[in-house]
């Protein structure tokens, strides 16, 4: 059983993850969240505000409904997501075929509000609805030798158009090497704004990796398979010098046709400046002991 090097309370306290808790706290204790360590987490210290459900749900990117931003909302409605098979396999103890309610019902879900970084430097801020991936893991038993979890999403080329033309080479695959994948910042997500997750979003079960740009955060997934090798991932398949295995959100490193240094967040308006893209995404204090000694600009 694979053991992660963090558990969650080292990495942050248990309440601080929940919004609606951490704004009570702030309420009973009447002094606000300034002498709290809560300080620290981005999303409180800077009020972060949500982009609105209608923003979240209309703008997305999910070419297998087509690569328009507002295709994934008028052509993914007839996708059907309950029943639901998840394939589990490779390196596990129960590999299987599940009833994805049958694997997951059971896993208490909880409220995140991230920060949502696409690699085309645009954000938005999203409430999600869902449990760490570690949770699923654990149920399903990490053997010893895997060391990347390889991700999938379903082909139903009665609902997916786009699956039909070599715009990608389907299906959609993703992948996270295991400390990645344990770290409790990693989602899977199953809802937004405490509602089921819209299929635009990635209905029924998504992963949302808050501090990689957001071709990372899989959507529909079909099947999870824990492997020994890096898995190719669909972006880098189609342009290798473009876009890399790890794909943190990085100013520094700019993709070659443009700059990452900064971007759009939808909904700002118009005539909105553009804001600083942070390192990490703003999540460098829980996750840049991820990449230690490593090159970022080899390794992008
Ligand atoms: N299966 C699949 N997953 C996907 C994509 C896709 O085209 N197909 N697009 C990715 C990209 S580029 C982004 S930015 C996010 C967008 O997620 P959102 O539409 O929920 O904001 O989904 C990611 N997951
Ligand atoms: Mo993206």
Redesign the pocket.
């Known amino acids: 059983m694979f053991k992660p090097d963090l558990t969650r309370a080292e990495v942050t306290p248990e309440w601080m993850w929940n919004r609606r808790k951490v704004l009570g706290a702030m309420a009973a204790s009447g002094t606000g969240l300034f002498a709290t360590p809560a300080l620290s987490w981005q999303e409180v210290a800077e009020g972060l505000e949500p982009n609105t459900f209608e923003q ?1 749900t209309s ?6 409904f087509g690569t328009g931003k507002d295709e ?1 909302l008028e052509n993914a409605q007839d996708m059907v997501t309950s029943p639901w098979t998840l394939v589990v396999d490779g390196l596990v103890d129960n590999p299987g075929e599940y009833e994805l309610s049958d694997l997951i019902g059971d896993i208490p879900t909880e409220e995140r509000i991230y920060r ?1 970084r ?3 430097a645009w954000s ?1 801020v ?1 409430p999600w609805n869902g449990f760490e991936l570690n949770k699923l893991l654990a149920k399903v038993g990490v053997q010893d030798g895997a060391r990347y979890v390889k991700f999938e ?1 379903a082909v139903i080329p009665e609902v997916m158009e786009a699956v039909q033309y070599p715009i990608l080479d389907w299906p ?1 695959t993703e992948g996270l090497r295991m400390d990645e994948a344990m770290h409790p910042l990693t989602m899977m997500a199953t809802g937004l704004y405490g509602k089921a997750l819209p299929n ?3 209905a029924p079960m ?1 992963l949302v990796v808050p501090w990689k ?3 990372k ?4 997934i079909r099947r999870i398979s824990l492997v020994e090798e890096e898995p190719l991932n669909t972006w880098q398949d189609l342009a290798p010098q473009e876009y890399g295995f790890f794909a943190n959100v990085n100013p520094e490193v700019d993709h070659p046709r443009w700059s990452q240094a900064s971007e759009r967040l939808i909904g700002g308006g118009l005539f909105a400046r553009r804001q600083d893209t942070l390192m990490f995404n703003g999540y460098a204090d829980q996750v840049a002991s991820l990449y230690e000694g490593m090159d970022l600009t080899v390794n992008y």
């Open positions: 979240i703008y997305n990117n999910f070419y297998e994934p949502f696409c690699v085309e938005m999203i999403t959609y635009q979003n990635g998504r740009y957001g071709f955060s899989i959507k529909t």
